[in-house]
């Protein structure tokens, strides 16, 4: 079983950046898809943004396209969200996830095409 775990989370002001990592163990990282989500206090999880295996592939979310940027790092078997121009409304928790099957991909991505998740991070900006 995959453990995947956040971290740089933290409270930052509207306008500020973070960057999001999530280090994931075991030798097949680079074969699945990553994804982020995010679920804020009474809401559903929704998808934030997803990269293929090879990092040649990726998805945003509407609401944050030009300002979040997915990567990964095979090598360090790490995926990065870098969040600039952050928002009130982008508050929540954010959570990695790991692709369900090795090599699959799609736009958009959703819940169901992830099968590992980590504890989460919490993301807070203030107005």
């Known amino acids: 079983q995959v453990q995947l775990v956040e971290s740089g989370g933290g409270l930052v002001q509207a306008g500020g950046s973070l960057r999001l990592s999530c280090a994931a163990s075991?030798?097949?990282?680079?074969?699945?898809?990553m994804g982020w989500f995010r679920q804020a206090p009474g809401k559903e999880r929704e998808s934030v943004a997803g990269?293929?295996?090879?990092?040649?592939?990726?998805y945003y979310t509407d609401s944050v396209k030009g300002r979040f940027t997915i990567s990964r790092d095979n090598a360090k078997n790490t995926v990065y969200l870098q969040m600039n121009s952050l928002k009130p409304e982008d508050t929540a928790v954010y959570y990695c996830?790991?692709?369900?099957?090795?090599?699959?991909?799609?736009?958009?991505?959703?819940?169901?095409?992830?099968?590992?998740w980590g504890q989460g991070t919490q993301v807070a900006v203030s107005s």
């Open positions: 996830a790991r692709g369900a099957v090795a090599f699959y991909y799609r736009d958009p991505l959703g819940v169901t095409d992830f099968g590992s």
């Open positions: 075991g030798p097949t990282f680079s074969m699945y898809t």
């Open positions: 990269i293929n295996s090879s990092g040649r592939r990726t």
